[in-house]
C-alpha cells in the first residue's frame, strides 16, 4: 500500500500558502469595509432580517423585547422593542435601523442598533415550514425546540441552552462536523447502490468515489445555506471539501496541516468566522480528535474508538468551564451521550418522516431534568489560555501531550470536588 505523502514538503510551500491567504484575506476585508461604508453612510439604512431570538428583558423599572437579528447580508446584531410586539421569532422582518458610532470591527463582529420595525412577513418560508412541522410532532415546546436546533439550527432558549451545558452536551445541539459526517455517511449510503445499479449499466468508466462525493457535496453544500450558514458547519463543510481533495490527490488528511490550511481559507474568505466562538469550539474540536490519531495511529481500532469520546471529553473540559462555566454530576456522561448520538440523530430524522418523531421525547424531557442540577465551576482565564499554548505546543512534543493530560485531568477532578 502506498504511503500518503504531506501537502506540504518544505517550508517554502507553506510560506507562500501563508502568504496567498493573506492575500485572500486583505481582497476579503476591502470588500467588508466597502459594505460597511455603505451601511453607514446615511444616518439610517434599511435591513432584512430574520428574528433569531426574542426574550422579554426589565431594566431600569422599564419592561422592553430584545430582538437578536441575521440579516440577509450577514450581519448579527441587537435591537429592542416594545413589550407589546407580538411573537415574531424566526420570522422574517424589514426594519430601519440607526447604526449610531458603529465601528468597522463592531460591524464584523455583533452589535446593537435602535431600530424601527416596517414590516413583518407573515408568509412562511421552507425553513419556518419545517419548524412548524416539528412543532406539530411534539406536545412539549422544549422538545420541540431541541429537534428545530438540531435540523434546522435555531437557536435554543436559555433554559435549555443552560441545561444542556450542564450536562456538557451542547456541541450536539450545533450542528458542526459530527452532524455532517452522520449526514454525509447517512447520504452515502443511501445512494451508492442507486449508484453502482447505474455504473454497471451506463457509465462504468465513471469513477464512484467522485460522483458519490460530487452528490452527497452538493447537498450538504444545500442544507449549509437553508441553515444560513452556521460558522461550525461552514467550518465542518470546508473541511469535507478540502478533506476530500486531498484525498483524491493522494496526500494526508489526519494532519495538523489539513486542519490548518482550512481553517486559513476560510477566516480568509469569512473575516467574520474570527469573532464567533462556534467557529473556534468546531476547530478545537477536530484538533484534538487528530492530535489523538497522530500520536496513538498505532492502537487497534477498537482501542480507538473507546478511547477517542474520553480523550476529547478530558481536553475540551477546559474550553467548557471557561466559557460556560456550567458542570454536574451528571456531565462525564456526555462521553456516553455523544457516543449514542451518532445512532440516536439518523434515527429522529427517520421517525420523523414517518410521523413519530415523538417517540423519545420522555427521555429528553428526562435528560432536561437532570440539567437543572448544577453549579458554577469556573476556570481562570490565565490557566485557560496556558492549556491553549500547551496544546499548540503537544503538535511538536509527545511529552506536553502527557502535560496537557494531567493538566485536564485535575480540571475534571477540581470540577468533580465541586459537584460531589
Known sequence: MLERVSLFTSKRDSLHFVLLSFFILLVSLLLEYKNYQEFIVFDSAL????????????????????????????????????????????????????????????????FYGPSKIININEGKSAKQNLNAYILASHKEKEVANIYQALYS?????????????????????????????????????????????????????RNAKTDLFLAVGLLLFAYTLFLDSPPSLIRAFGMLVVGFVLYDRGIKIVSMQTLFLTILLLLSLFPRLFFSLGFWLSSSGVFYIFLFLIYFKNLSKIWQFLLLPIWVYLLMLPFSLAIFENFSIYHPLSILWTSLFSIFYPLSIFLHLL??????????????NLGKEGVLVSLNQYLFFFYILLSLWAIFNRSAVVVMLIFSGSIFIYAIYHVA
Do not use: C
Open 355 to 368: 410521523g413519530v418523531g415523538n417517540l423519545f421525547d420522555p427521555a429528553l424531557l428526562w435528560l432536561l
Open 47 to 110: 435591513v432584512d432580517a430574520t428574528v433569531l431570538k426574542q426574550y422579554t428583558k426589565t431594566k431600569s423599572n422599564r419592561t422592553y423585547q430584545v430582538l437578536k437579528l441575521k440579516s440577509s447580508e450577514g450581519l448579527v446584531f441587537y435591537t429592542t422593542a416594545k413589550k407589546s410586539l407580538q411573537e415574531i421569532k424566526n420570522k422574517e422582518i424589514s426594519l430601519e435601523i440607526w447604526p449610531k458610532d458603529l465601528t468597522f470591527y463592531t460591524y464584523l463582529t455583533t
Open 153 to 205: 439550527a435555531t437557536p435554543l432558549d436559555y433554559r435549555l441552552q443552560s441545561a444542556f451545558s450542564t450536562l456538557g452536551v451542547s456541541h450536539l445541539l450545533a450542528i458542526s462536523g459530527f452532524h455532517l459526517g452522520v449526514l454525509s455517511a447517512l447520504l452515502f449510503f443511501l445512494f451508492r447502490p442507486l449508484y453502482a445499479f447505474m455504473q454497471n449499466r451506463f457509465f462504468p468508466y
